[in-house]
C-alpha cells in the first residue's frame, strides 16, 4: 500500500484523494485482473496504490499523472520497474491515447479519477473506443449511476446514453470515503466499461447521434418538441414513430438513434441540390 511522502499534501485543484484501503484495493485488483503481456493504462496513479499491483499483474504499464511533484515519486517507488513503467506528464483530458497504441494489443484503461473532471474525460476516452478492451474507473458514486442508468430513471441522460451505445455499464461496487486520503465528502464506485467489437445498435451518424442527445437534455424538463427544434420538428419526430410531448429521460437508446436517424436524413434533404 501507498504511502503519503512527508510533505506531500494531496492537491484539490487536481482532485486528488488518494486510495489507501487495502482491501479496497485488493478487490479492485481482482476485477481487472491484470494479466502477463496486457497493455494497460493507468490515469492519476496518485502515490502508486494500484500501480504496483498492476505492475506486478502485467509486468508492464503506461501512466498518465497531471501532477508533476508526484513523478520523481513513483520514479523512486517503483524504480525496480524502470523499464516497464512508462510515465506521461500530461493531463488525460488532453492525452493522445493513440499514441499508445504501438501493436496488435488493446488498451486496457484503469484510473481513480478526479471527480472534477470524470465526465469529460469519459467522452474524451470513448472517442477511442476501438482501441481499448475495457475501462476500470474509480467514480463519485452519482456518476456510475448515471453511467448505468436505464430508461425513466431519475439519472438517465446524456453521459449514460453515449457510454451505452460504446459499452456495456457494470456497475460494480461501492467505495465508501474512509477508504481515502483525505476523505473525499462524497461516496464513490468502481464501474466497467467494455467496448463493443460490433455495436449492437448503429446510428447513420455518430455525430448527429452525438448532438442530438446533447440537444435532447439541453433542458431535461421540457419535452423532444422544444428541445429538438432547432434540429427536427415535431413531424419529424413523429415520422420516426415517438410521441413529441414527452420528456427525453423516457426514451430507449434505440429511440435516439432513431430520432438521430431522422435528424440525418433531414440535413441529407436540405443540402441535396436536385
Known amino acids: ?96 491515447f493513440g499514441s499508445l497504441k504501438h501493436d496488435q494489443r488493446p488498451l486496457r484503461v484503469v484510473g481513480n479519477l478526479p471527480y472534477n473532471i470524470s465526465t469529460p474525460l469519459i467522452f474524451h476516452l470513448l472517442s477511442y473506443s476501438n482501441l481499448i478492451s475495457d475501462m476500470h474507473f474509480m467514480l463519485q458514486k452519482e456518476v456510475v449511476e448515471r453511467l448505468a442508468a436505464q430508461p425513466g430513471e431519475s439519472a438517465y441522460g446524456r453521459l449514460g446514453i453515449m457510454a451505452q451505445y460504446r459499452c456495456r455499464v457494470d456497475n460494480l461496487f461501492l467505495v465508501p470515503p474512509e477508504a481515502f486520503d483525505p476523505r473525499p465528502k462524497v461516496d464513490s464506485a468502481i464501474v466497467r466499461l467494455q467496448p463493443y467489437a460490433e455495436l449492437p445498435l448503429r446510428a447513420a451518424d455518430d455525430d448527429d447521434l452525438a448532438t442530438l442527445v446533447r440537444t435532447a437534455f439541453g433542458q431535461r424538463r421540457k419535452t423532444l418538441r422544444n428541445n429538438l427544434k432547432p434540429l427536427i420538428d415535431a413531424e419529424q419526430i413523429e415520422a420516426a414513430g415517438i ?20 435528424y440525418t436524413a433531414v440535413k441529407a434533404e436540405e443540402t441535396d441540390p436536385s
Open 1 to 96: 500500500m501507498a504511502k503519503k511522502p512527508a510533505g506531500h499534501q494531496a492537491r484539490k485543484r487536481f482532485g486528488q484523494n488518494f486510495l489507501q484501503d487495502p482491501g479496497v484495493i485488493a478487490r479492485i485488483v481482482r476485477s481487472i485482473a491484470p494479466k502477463p503481456g496486457e497493455r494497460l493504462v493507468e490515469i492519476g496513479p496518485g502515490l502508486g496504490a494500484l500501480t504496483e499491483p498492476l505492475l506486478e499483474g502485467a509486468g508492464e504499464l503506461d501512466v498518465v499523472e497531471l501532477d508533476r511533484d508526484l513523478i520523481p515519486i513513483l520514479r523512486t517507488q517503483f524504480f525496480r520497474y524502470e523499464d516497464n513503467l512508462r510515465i506521461h506528464h500530461a493531463d488525460a483530458l488532453q492525452f493522445d
Open 243 to 262: 410521441d413529441p410531448g414527452i420528456r427525453p429521460e423516457r426514451l430507449t437508446l434505440a429511440e435516439f438513434i432513431a430520432l438521430a436517424d431522422r
